[in-house]
T-cell receptor, first 119, second 115 residues
Framework: AQTVTQSQPEMSVQEAETVTLSCTYD???????LFWYKQPPSRQMILVIR??????QNATENRFSVNFQKAAKSFSLKISDSQLGDTAMYFC????????????????FGAGTRLTVKP | DTGVSQDPRHKITKRGQNVTFRCDPI?????LYWYRQTLGQGPEFLTY????????KSRLLSDRFSAERPKGSFSTLEIQRTEQGDSAMYLC?????????????FGPGTRLLVL
């Protein structure tokens, strides 16, 4: 079974600074996807960034980038130039790549990291 | 708005009552998922539909829970004889089979409180 671990329940960062959120996962699969989702207070979960395991290049989306270390099964999220609107719960998630197409695509989530950006 | 919508957003009920939640996915998405999220935790998978077929159910989905997606569009999740342990946020997500990564897009959730 796949498990996702986020070892930092809470973090804080000063506005405009950089912060890195950690995520590790356990799987015997070779093909899979990894995601970071953001859940602002009382608002819905939105996708921040995604990474295919077969790609060596780390994904980037504007101020958000990942450090994907497949051998170490590590998938950290770096937020540069933090903004007040980045305050949220951040969830790391794992999904198997199902070649046949009908298999379950459920995601396994970590417990989350609560990030607070301070002015 | 073309995102995933859920109704109601909040539900308070007494123990033993039945409740039903609705999810409307993004219109062209053929896959629909239900998750449960308790306070301070990440979402946990409950069940999954491809079109109208329910293809998998988690062991978390007890006999009191039933989900349907009759025409392959909206879905309902019913909880019978609610218990206090059912109090949680119920999240719906949808995705399009065949797209890269099949990214799941989430709705705002239905927060259930069982008294």
């Amino acid at each position: 079974a796949q498990t996702v671990t986020q070892s930092q329940p809470e973090m804080s960062v000063q506005e405009a600074e950089t912060v890195t959120l950690s995520c590790t996962y356990d799987t015997s699969e070779n093909n899979y996807y990894l995601f970071w989702y953001k859940q602002p207070p009382s608002r819905q979960m939105i996708l921040v960034i995604r990474q295919e395991a077969y790609k060596q290049q780390n994904a980037t989306e504007n101020r958000f980038s990942v450090n994907f270390q497949k051998a170490a099964k590590s998938f950290s999220l770096k937020i540069s130039d933090s903004q007040l609107g980045d305050t949220a719960m951040y969830f790391c998630a794992f999904m198997k790549h199902n070649v046949r197409g009908y298999n379950n695509n459920d995601m396994r989530f970590g417990a989350g990291t609560r990030l607070t950006v301070k002015p | 708005d073309t995102g995933v919508s859920q109704d109601p957003r909040h539900k308070i009920t007494k123990r033993g009552q039945n409740v039903t939640f609705r999810c409307d996915p993004i219109s062209e998405h053929n896959r629909l998922y239900w998750y449960r999220q308790t306070l301070g935790q990440g979402p946990e998978f409950l069940t999954y539909f491809q079109n109208e077929a329910q293809l998998e159910k988690s062991r978390l989905l007890s006999d009191r829970f039933s989900a349907e997606r009759p025409k392959g569009s909206f879905s309902t999740l019913e909880i019978q004889r609610t218990e206090q342990g059912d109090s949680a946020m119920y999240l719906c997500a949808s995705s399009l089979r065949g797209t890269v990564q099949e990214t799941q897009y989430f709705g705002p959730g239905t927060r259930l409180l069982v008294l």
